[in-house]
T-cell receptor, first 118, second 116 residues
Framework: DQQVKQNSPSLSVQEGRISILNCDYT??????FLWYKKYPAEGPTFLIS?????DKNEDGRFTVFLNKSAKHLSLHIVPSQPGDSAVYFC?????????????????FGQGTTLQVKP | KAGVTQTPRYLIKTRGQQVTLSCSPI?????VSWYQQTPGQGLQFLFE???????NKGNFPGRFSGRQFSNSRSEMNVSTLELGDSALYLC???????????????FGPGTRLTVL
């Protein structure tokens, strides 16, 4: 049962334009979400996260939006740069705070390969 | 600050053998999680250790085990290797318990295991 889904295996955008990567989840108990970027032969690199108490979190060119009612989140990259070309994973977890028992377990989507063309 | 390190980076084994992979977390991080990445299954959670205790476990057979030492370094072991165990094994560390601490996990480069 795929609890976190990234339905687009690949995305191609032009440099300078917006990249929008989508992620859907099924478990309503998830309340903390993260995006990671991964280059070949490297481990995933943390990009940005969002708690379920928010609907938007922004960090430089990266913005994550969360729609809890639709169980959907998206990552916006503006403007896109060729160096952003990588595989992007969304991940979900229970609350990251100490009171939760599942903070060390991340459930990942299958990933979306982003290609930014110069 | 040094990142998460994993050794070895590459490993080739044959079916039936066992293997031990090592992970050194970022200094000060007390939680270590292990993941398996394969083309078909993506990134799947294996287990998490905190203060030398396993806190969470994924849906993997008992051939997969791990431990954590007092210095937070962790090892995972796979016994009786099968062809399907060929994968990239990733270790991630995080600060661990602490009020108000967000547990972003920071990944190492992984160990590429090939089972022949």
């Amino acid at each position: 049962d795929q609890q976190v889904k990234q339905n687009s295996p690949s995305l191609s955008v032009q440099e300078g334009r917006i990249s929008i990567l989508n992620c859907d989840y099924t478990n309503s108990m998830f309340d903390y979400f993260l995006w990671y970027k991964k280059y070949p032969a490297e481990g995933p690199t943390f990009l940005i996260s969002i708690s379920s108490i928010k609907d938007k979190n922004e960090d430089g060119r990266f913005t994550v939006f969360l729609n809890k009612s639709a169980k959907h989140l998206s990552l916006h990259i503006v403007p896109s740069q060729p160096g952003d070309s990588a595989v992007y994973f969304c991940a979900a977890s229970g609350s990251p705070f100490e009171s939760s028992g599942n903070t060390g377990k991340l459930i990942f989507g299958q990933g979306t390969t982003l290609q930014v063309k110069p | 600050k040094a990142g998460v390190t994993q050794t070895p980076r590459y490993l080739i084994k044959t079916r039936g053998q066992q293997v031990t992979l090592s992970c050194s977390p970022i200094s000060g991080h007390r939680s270590v999680s292990w993941y398996q990445q394969t083309p078909g299954q993506g990134l799947q959670f294996l287990f998490e250790y905190f203060s030398e205790t396993q806190r969470n476990k994924g849906n993997f057979p008992g051939r997969f085990s791990g431990r954590q030492f007092s210095n937070s370094r962790s090892e995972m072991n796979v016994s009786t290797l099968e062809l399907g165990d060929s994968a990239l094994y990733l270790c991630a560390s995080s600060l661990g318990h602490g009020t108000g601490v967000f547990k972003e996990q920071f990944f190492g480069p992984g160990t590429r295991l090939t089972v022949l």
